[in-house]
């Protein structure tokens, strides 16, 4: 800029008002020292003075900083900073985490600062991270419920832009059609709605990937879930919810019902065994207290068989084994109930055992403790038990394993 046939060549002083006094005594700092101090509240600032400037050295230390310091909370906003002064590498991270987060940043503040073209882009976006379409349409319903009178314009486009015949019948009959914000739009958007294409007719009917259902890796500690997903290739925490009931996942017994986690027992804060049951929804990402189970036990076994949840062994209130096993059925209109299972012999009552079942009507368990006459034995046997519709029945079969296994691990 001086050095060029510009007048700013010639004047004695210049006027650079896009960059802060205290910017350019930084800038001006490292010139003589080499050296300079980048924070959390002087980088924006710092990174359009350099740009400006042209300090490329400390441009590049400025961008990666901001890099590093990326996360969910700030996305919207640095994409929007990147997109102004043209750093693509910064753009292009900072919208991939916000494709990647979308479902959260739905529920929150920042979906209002979202750029039309933002929220464009995010809906033509295969790689939009939501667990359903309808979360996309209800967060264009929200974009547009912000600032009613400057966004309403948008609305029709946007949700034509989307994927219509993904969405249900139940959000378009309860939700969507209903809206007040849908009162004066175009007649072919309000067809496609109330027709409710099939996705073979549709040619936006290729759902989005993070849509469709796979497995996933679930891991279980004291605070949360940790569970791998495969569309992202990376492990997201599922936080327990705060306030209100709190699931324990100290000495409690995991399981997969019907594509729900389910929690049961476990101990509290003094060791106490509990009869408490909570489960984890994926598609609502939702927390929900479940029936209570019939007796209180901690350090038990959990297994899915038959379609019901099959709970065995453990340590009761008073600290004995549990001899009682007890199942969860799942009855019309979803409704949840436990019943008793069975007695099992006290001598076939583990804690700490590992159980699977290798048919609708055999169970086997492996290694585990026995409690008796006061002793704690750690096992070396593989016993197999019969389920049927009563509950659980102890065969007296076995097999003796190598060595004794307090903990097994089955897949």
Known sequence: ????????????????????????????????????????DNVQDLTVGCKLLHFPLILHQCVSFLMHHLDSTNAVTMEQFAAAYDFVELREEARQRVLENFASLAESNELAELTLEQLTGCLQ?????????????????RWVGHRPVERSQHLSGLLLGSRLSCLSREFIQSELLPSPLLRDFSSELLTQLTGHLSLEESPDA???????????????????LEAYNPAKDKWCRIAFPAGGFRPTARDSAVCVLENEIWLTGGVDSQ???????????????????????????????????????????GVGLDGRMCTGAEVLRLRAGGQAVWEPAGQLPEHACRKEASATALSSSCLIEVGGVKVMNGNTLIMNTLDQHLVNDKGVEYTGEYYVLPEKLRCALLA
Request: contains cysteine.
């Open 206 to 224: 290729t759902p989005r990937p993070s849509t469709l259902r796979r497995e996933q890796l679930v891991v279980l500690s004291h605070d949360y």
């Open 125 to 141: 976006s295969d790689d939009l991270f939501v667990r359903s379409e309808d979360e996309v349409a209800r967060a264009v319903l």
């Open 271 to 313: 060791g106490r065994a509990l009869p408490d049951v909570v489960r984890y929804s994926p598609l609502t990402n939702a927390w929900s207290e479940g029936p209570p189970l019939l007796s209180a036990r901690s350090r038990h076994t959990c297994v899915c068989v038959r379609g019901s949840l099959l709970v065995m062994g």
């Open 1 to 40: 800029m001086f050095s060029s046939q510009f007048k700013e060549g010639a004047a004695s002083t210049v006027s650079v008002t896009s960059v802060s006094g205290e910017t350019l005594r930084l800038i001006v700092e490292y010139v003589y020292t080499s050296k300079i101090e980048i924070t959390t």
